[in-house]
């Protein structure tokens, strides 16, 4: 089978006024379905660009980046929006949770744009929320919730659409200990499930993972190496 | 269009972002309120006054004698006859009257027993009142206000005039005129022709004026012309002139209404800008959010759009809705007296539900264009650029 995900000589730029920053540097990648990624590297090594571009939200400067076989930098809105919303579920670091909208409410967001009969999308929901471990707090505020109870929401809302890949930009920043044990767990379960899998992080707790994995170190704009962890 | 996820997505983001939206609506609901109430006066009262002026006499034939107003002799009448055209003259005696030592004014309006025409419009006001019992004696009959007001002084079924003469004439207040929410006879005092003679200072063989009908249009500018030249001291005023008087003091308020309207609106729309775009860094990171969850730019521009519709809509009812209780059934206090001013009976006018539909709707669009263009352009200058924001 072919990579979920193949990336060729992946360049990003960005022009500031005084001069052009190279951010990605040639990137050659590729993640087989079902893998599971660790992105390493310091702060400001280009993870976040990395991940914005494999989910569409930014575009590659140079270069190929297939997703699911479909070049993702030239489609239209419309299309790539519907691409994001069926194959790709995101975790932010900052959760992004809709602070005036319940915990299920917040989950259905990504259901909203599809035209889904309204039973559905509530039996989408729960199911959801149960494999993230949040169903308890369906209907509480987004903005009561902890620190961890919101990064459950952030999963359940990511895995709602059931999506083939799920990418995470530095789950953990904002765990407690306790808390970042419990998400590799759930991240076990979905790794169980078959997801593909990528984490850019820089937080050492993801060397206790305890299933097969890949670690790519990231330096300035660079992959330096990568190794397989069985 | 909207499923019911969708709905369910739109109450959400209209009512529980209520906060954010609450100073918006309450804005608006103002803004509508105050307009609305505005025109619901004016067109009341301009529709009041037009059909009350349609309903008067073509032209009305007075006399001016040193540049003043000056009774007219009865014998004017025969002359007016002999034109050809002109239908229906009736001599009338009336006056405002004016209580001391200062305060109200009353329209008294004298009516002659032997004047068919009279009478029979007369007989319309009254009803079942019997006429010739009421003309035979010192009897008037008073508008709701005026009875009213003559209450509060203790008169309560006669009022004592103080004639022209300086000698006072009783008159019984023999029945109240059925309540009419015609602006200009709210101060009427109908009576006898002979004691409105005596009261006014009227003399025998003259009349305060005549006011007569041209049932051709066509005729009327050389009818008019054809008055005039009958008496070095005629005076003719045409129904089409009082018209253009009244038009013109209602086009000034117009004029003076709509440059607050400008004022409001351009005001208005200012504050709803600087909100928006207060808040551009808070919509930025939602709609970013959005679009990484794979929503298209259409499907973030549809749910703004209805977000607006809803409360566009919804503040708009509001204040349409609370602007006619408070025009029409509260009959519009404080607002009322800068239209009218508050001299004589005039605050006390009943104002008649009119309502202009084509005044209505620019208000709508003059309300609606520029808060879907300060809300929507900036969200769609956001969901045009790339998403990224809500990664970091
Ligand atoms: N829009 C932008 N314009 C200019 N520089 C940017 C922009 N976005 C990111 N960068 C730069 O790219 C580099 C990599 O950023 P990022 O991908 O967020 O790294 P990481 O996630 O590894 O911390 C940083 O030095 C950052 O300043
Ligand atoms: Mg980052």
Redesign the pocket.
Known sequence: MSPIVEIEGLK?F???PAER?E??KGINLSIERGETLI?K????????????IIAGL?RPSEGKVLVEGEAIAKLPDNHLSHFRGRHIGMVFQHYNLIEHFSVKDNVSVPLVPMNLRYQKVGQRVEDAMKKANISHKSDMLAARLSGGEKQRCTIARAIVTNPEIVIC??PTANLDRENAIKFLDILKNLHNMGKTIII?T?DSIFESLNFSHTVVY?SD?EIEKSESIE | MLNRVKLHFLALSVFGESSRHLATVLLSVLVIFILSSVLFISSSIKYTVTTALENEADMTVQRVRGGMLAQVPLSWEKDIVNIRGIDSVSPRVWGRYFTKPKGKSFLIIGVDFLDSNANKALSKIVGSTDLKKFLNAHNMLVSAKVKSWMKKRFYTDSYSFLSADGEFIKMNIYATLPKNSDLLSNDVIIMPIDDARKILGIKEGYVTDFVLNVPNDAQKVFIEDKLSSLHFDIRVVSKKESLAAYDESFNFRNGFFLTLFMILLATFSLILYQRYTQSYSTQKRQIGIYRALGWSIKDILTLKFYEIVVIILGSYVTGVGLAYIFVYIANAPVLRDIFLGSGNFSPDVVLIPVIDFSALSSIFLLYAIPFVASVLIPVWKIAVSDP?EA??
Not at chain 1, 41 to 52: D, H, N, P
């Open positions: 990003r960005y022009n500031t920053v951010v990605l992105l590297g310091v702060s400001g090594s280009g993870k976040t660009t990395l991940l914005s930014d930009d530095e850019a820089h990231m704009g | 990224k990664m970091l």
